[in-house]
């Protein structure tokens, strides 16, 4: 059962860099048929692409958030990785995780999420 | 860049059939839809347009005609009361794209 787990500071502070991991169990990060993905909510709000890696190492990026974006992975831990710098309060959300399928992109499988706020 | 239309909220009563309707001009595209209920995190109910994932119900299915994706729910109960989005790959552009998501009420 592949299961995701995001984790992180839950407090930012304005200006600084946000970072989060999530860890995969159940599949290998390195495994070919998926990519890896950060998706995130404002409070109250929709469904935002952050942006996705595939196991080459390619990324795309949301390009409202391209300039202070940095997603990687960690095979040797079968994680991967968000960096946002200069975050502000608008970077306040919950955080998701999740696996998108390279035929379909599709997400099937979703971290539970965690919530980051920027805040002094 | 290309935006996913639905409604902002539908209503049904229980027993009854829910449409979900997302987009405009999807062309290839195939479309996605998740749940998500309060403090959840979202679950995949239909993929590639009108396929269901293992475990969700046959109530649940999904329709496109290159214009508009449907979202069906069929004998809605009060456990499918919950957001829905939709979503897409735009391959022109390399990105993912949502729906800003439809409030399903169930009276």
């Known amino acids: 059962q592949v299961q995701l787990q995001e984790s992180g500071p839950g407090l930012v502070k304005p200006s600084q860099t946000l970072s989060l991991t999530c860890i995969v169990s159940?599949?290998?990060?390195?495994?070919?048929?998926?990519?890896w993905s950060w998706i995130r909510q404002h409070p109250g709000k929709g469904l935002e692409w952050i942006g996705n890696?595939?196991?080459?190492?390619?990324?795309y990026y949301n390009p409202s958030l391209k300039s202070r974006l940095t997603i990687s992975l960690d095979t040797s831990k079968n994680q991967f990785s968000l960096k946002l710098t200069s975050v502000t309060a608008a970077d306040t959300a919950v955080y998701y995780c999740?696996?998108?399928?390279?035929?379909?992109?599709?997400?099937?499988?979703w971290g539970q999420g965690t919530m980051v706020t920027v805040s002094s | 860049s290309y935006v996913l239309t639905q409604p902002p909220s539908v209503s049904v009563a229980p027993g009854k059939t829910a449409r979900i309707s997302c987009g405009v001009n999807?062309?290839?595209?195939?479309v996605h839809w998740y749940q998500q209920k309060p403090g959840q995190a979202p679950v995949l109910v239909v993929y590639?347009?009108?396929d269901r994932p293992s475990g969700i119900p046959e109530r649940f299915s999904g329709s496109n005609s290159g214009n508009t994706a449907t979202l069906t729910i069929s004998r809605v109960e009060a456990g499918d009361e919950a957001d829905y989005y939709c979503?897409?790959?735009?391959?022109?552009?390399?990105?993912?794209?949502f729906g800003g998501g439809t409030k399903l009420t169930v009276l």
């Open positions: 159940g599949d290998s990060i390195s495994s070919g048929g998926y990519y």
């Open positions: 890696i595939y196991f080459s190492g390619r990324t």
């Open positions: 979503q897409v790959w735009d391959g022109s552009s390399d990105l993912v794209v």
């Open positions: 999807l062309g290839s595209k195939t």
């Open positions: 999740a696996r998108g399928g390279i035929l379909g992109h599709a997400f099937d499988i």
């Open positions: 590639d347009d009108s």
